[in-house]
């Protein structure tokens, strides 16, 4: 790793290549794990709460999409991720804790 005094050696230059071409991938992670932690806000609404009246924590698929839709929270491309997500006709089983 060390190279002297030479300012623009091989390796470092070859270190900063790569931190430039991750960057992309660095903000996918990001936006990815920002995405899941803003589903709190979600689950915690008084909206959403009342979608389960018994209380066994489990949501309908579209009741879900729709709650998501009305946060406002994410864009319509998130929404489509986060409903691919989820096993086509299941329902949704969530745990929150209060």
Same mark, same amino acid.
């Given at each position: 790793?060390?190279?002297g005094?030479?300012?623009?050696?091989?390796?470092?230059?070859q270190l900063?290549?790569?931190l430039?071409?991750?960057?992309?991938d660095?903000?996918?992670?990001?936006?990815?794990?920002?995405?899941?932690l803003?589903?709190d806000?979600v689950?915690?609404?008084e909206?959403f709460k @009342?979608? @389960?009246?018994d209380?066994k924590?489990?949501?309908?698929?579209r @009741?879900f999409?729709?709650q998501l839709?009305?946060?406002?929270?994410y864009?319509?491309?998130?929404? @489509?991720?986060?409903?691919?997500?989820?096993?086509?006709?299941?329902?949704?089983?969530?745990k929150?804790?209060?």
């Amino acid at each position: 790793m060390l190279e002297g005094n030479i300012v623009n050696g091989t390796i470092g230059k070859q270190l900063l290549d790569t931190l430039i071409e991750s960057q992309q991938d660095v903000e996918s992670i990001i936006r990815y794990f920002t995405m899941f932690l803003k589903l709190d806000e979600v689950i915690e609404s008084e909206k959403f709460k @009342d979608l @389960d009246p018994d209380g066994k924590n489990i949501v309908s698929k579209r @009741d879900f999409q729709r709650q998501l839709e009305i946060s406002k929270s994410y864009s319509s491309e998130e929404i @489509d991720y986060l409903m691919k997500c989820i096993i086509s006709g299941w329902s949704l089983s969530l745990k929150w804790c209060h």
